[in-house]
């Protein structure tokens, strides 16, 4: 019989002891020596006085974006890297910012988020700021790692809990402003009232949840109730939600969803004659909606809430921007995507500026002269305060309405304002 | 009232459509074991090629292409890549339904590639019409769907019944070397349960993605695992089990979703997750699924 004996334990000798802690040591040590070095501290100063950091060298200023174009927001992606190229082309002609060309590094994770953290940790040492990183899911994973290394990031998600953090930047509104704007576009507009009930169809999740908090106090503001139906982004034939909502007696329907889930609401809605008006937000709308059989209840039935205006908005920097972006790429579509990517961009290029004017690059200096802007006005839509962390850079929402003629897919219907009540919104939730 | 009508209308007509991809769940399985994973992409390739064809050909053109090439890449699937895996390994089925996934996961990235983010038409014929059926409003495409899988279900059922195929594909299933010993040609056997199941998977997408839904996605391939469970309750090797579990986990969900409201107690969203709670309930009851193989008895 074969019996294997317990090594004793003298066996573990003082020198060996003393190895392992010189290993240990070591590992620590090297630990430390990346965390720095990720942290921005290879910081210094460059030949023409200005502090540099990760992402800036004497002549080149890099910028990152986790973007997707191979997975479900392919199309946002490509339109918003497309779009920042053209500004970093446009910028690089103009002479650069602070003496220096700007470069974008792009990296796609399809929407995975495993791939976005590796695609992350891949491009930090080597950026200086993130103007693209979509999808909510990516940015929760990666918001401690960009606030270790002071990383300022504007994601293409807009969920209120993304808020609070100094070097995460929550571009327009959030999710739960657009659906405030939404109730009181109803109520003033489409003659809702006190006792009314108003249907959401919302995306478990982030999104979702978020626009849900809206409605639901703006609905107890105005006296009134929401009827919810929660759906996955694989349900695209809403039926018999639109069933429930109409048994329901919902006299209107917010939907916080994909453009498929809006197409599909609108349609069914249409065709059982429940001739009910449906507002969405941005994330819920594509101008490749108007090609599917719910093209004629989209344009009677639905309207957009959104922080950004239409793409055929008569705002000299939007229709600049539009004709520069089709003699760019020409036959590419004009979605909102290009615009919020592109004022994304010089948002970028304006804090940018503002460091270098304060003598510094680095990525600490960046970030506190982003949170410096009170009224941050790129003349593509409202201007935004960025002094508070904790509260949305903008209030204003503009309503849009889906149209085959418009540029993108979108005309405009009222101005940008901002809706009642969401003063006492955000103060109560502190 | 209404709102009960609505919810069986549309839980038929869901029904109907899971019952098409699960009859080839089931079809498969019966003729060689194996729990094909490649369902959700054959779904997506056969919506992919009647989105991309219809303009040239034709929406009834377009379909009848998508269902012969869809079937045909479900057959070269089968004879020249399963059925060389495993050889006589007692557990070859087992390993070809690990195959089947890895192959479902090389197909769909490479059409959720071509198709992006796009949503494509498919071009039917049916569009957004509605029509009345007493007190409910039910869009055509519903109907044609109800319509439409009935007599490709009747024609499947015919097949397995009355023709030589059929009667091989029962024999096989039954006792594969007893089969084989009488002359049936397994190989033959499979490879056309194989087509006729790439052939139903075409077929479905186009009532999965016609109106109410907006149009073929790059995710549409998932709704194919709808059916996992309908073919499960029903007991994995029959037709008939996988017809009604089809139209079991249709109306449950049909019914969930209308009276979502109602349900609150069970939590939001309980839809996702009630057909799989039928399927856990019914195997509760009958742990061989409703109408299991005769075979299957346990000791």
Do not use: I, K, L
């Given at each position: 019989m074969n019996v294997t004996h317990p090594r004793p334990r003298a066996a573990r000798t003082p020198a060996r002891t003393a190895a392992l802690a010189a290993a240990l040591a070591a590992v620590l040590l090297a630990g430390t020596a990346c965390s720095s070095k990720a942290d921005g501290g290879s910081t210094g100063d460059a030949a023409d006085g200005v502090r540099t950091g990760p992402g800036v060298g004497e002549k080149t200023i890099r910028l990152g974006a986790l973007t997707d174009l191979t997975g479900p927001y392919a199309t946002l992606g490509k339109s918003i890297v497309q779009a920042q190229q053209m500004w970093a082309d446009e910028t690089n002609a103009a002479g650069g910012i602070c003496g220096r060309r700007v470069e974008i590094v792009v990296k796609d994770h399809g929407y995975d988020v495993q791939k976005a953290v590796t695609a992350y940790a891949d491009i930090a040492p080597d950026v200086v700021a993130l103007p693209q990183v979509i999808g909510s899911p990516v940015v929760s994973a990666l918001l401690d790692d960009i606030e270790r290394d002071h990383m300022l990031t504007f994601p293409q998600a807009w969920a209120a809990s993304l808020l609070g953090r100094d070097s995460v930047q929550v571009l327009g509104t959030t999710y739960d402003i657009d659906m405030i704007a939404a109730v009181d576009f109803l109520t003033r507009t489409k003659k809702l009232a006190k006792g009314d009930t108003i249907g959401h169809v919302y995306f478990e999740g982030d999104y979702g949840a978020n626009a849900l908090e809206g409605s639901e106090w703006a609905a107890e503001q105005a006296g009134m109730k929401i009827a919810g139906q929660k759906i996955k982004a694989?349900?695209?034939?809403l039926t018999a939600q639109v069933a429930a909502l109409s048994k329901a007696g919902a006299k209107a329907i917010l939907i916080s969803a994909g453009p498929a889930q809006t197409a599909s609401l609108a349609g069914v809605a249409a065709a059982r004659g429940l001739k009910v008006p449906i507002v969405t937000s941005a994330p819920g709308y594509a101008p490749q909606l108007l090609k599917t059989p719910a093209a004629a209840a989209l344009e009677a039935m639905v309207h957009v809430v959104s922080a950004a205006p239409a793409v055929s908005s008569d705002l000299p920097g939007v229709k600049k921007m539009a004709a520069s972006y089709q003699k760019a790429y020409p036959g590419e579509p004009v979605d909102s995507g290009v615009l919020s990517g592109y004022n994304a961009a010089q948002l970028i290029g304006t804090d940018l500026k503002k460091a270098c004017q304060g003598g510094s690059l680095a990525r600490q200096d960046v970030v506190k002269a982003h949170r410096s802007q009170k009224d941050a006005d790129t003349g593509l839509g409202t201007p935004q305060d960025f002094t508070y962390v904790t509260a949305p850079a903008s209030r204003s929402t503009y309503v849009l309405k889906p149209d085959a003629k418009a540029l993108g897919g979108l005309a405009g219907v009222e101005d940008a304002h901002e809706p009642a009540g969401v003063d006492a919104y955000l103060a109560g939730r502190g | 009232m209404t709102g009960f009508l609505d919810s069986l209308f549309n839980g038929l007509a869901l029904g109907s459509v899971y019952a098409l991809i699960a009859l080839g769940f089931v079809t498969v399985f019966k003729a060689s074991g194996v729990l094909s994973f490649t369902h959700g992409s054959l779904l997506l390739l056969g919506g992919y090629l009647v989105a991309v064809l219809h303009d040239d050909l034709g929406f009834a053109g377009a379909l009848a292409l998508a269902v012969l090439v869809t079937a045909a890449a479900a057959g070269v699937l089968d004879r020249l890549v399963l059925q060389r895996v495993g050889g006589s390994d007692p557990h070859a089925a087992h390993v070809q339904t690990i195959v089947t996934i890895g192959v479902d996961i090389v197909l769909v990235t490479d059409l959720a590639r071509r198709i992006g983010g796009d949503l494509l038409p498919l071009g039917d014929p049916w569009g957004s019409a509605v029509s009345d059926l007493g007190p409910v409003t039910v869009a055509d495409s519903r109907v044609a769907a109800i319509l439409v899988s009935a007599a490709a279900i009747g024609g499947a059922f015919a097949l397995f019944r009355f023709t030589p195929w059929g009667l091989a594909l029962r024999a096989a299933a039954e006792d594969r070397e007893a089969a084989a010993l009488m002359g049936v040609r397994l190989t033959r056997v499979r490879t056309a349960a194989w087509c006729l199941a790439g052939g139903l998977a075409a077929l479905a997408a186009v009532f999965l993605v016609a109106f109410p839904a907006p149009g073929l996605e790059r995710t549409t391939g998932q709704l194919a695992l709808k059916a996992f469970p309908a073919a499960i309750l029903g007991g994995m090797a029959s037709p008939v089990g996988a017809l009604v579990g089809s139209l079991l986990i249709g109306l449950t969900e049909a019914f969930v979703a209308g009276y979502q409201t109602d349900l609150h107690v069970l939590g939001e969203g309980f839809g996702d997750v009630a057909p799989y709670a039928v399927m856990v309930l019914v195997l509760l009851v009958r742990p061989a699924g409703l109408f299991a193989a005769k075979g299957a008895v346990r000791v």
């Open positions: 694989t349900d695209t034939d | -």
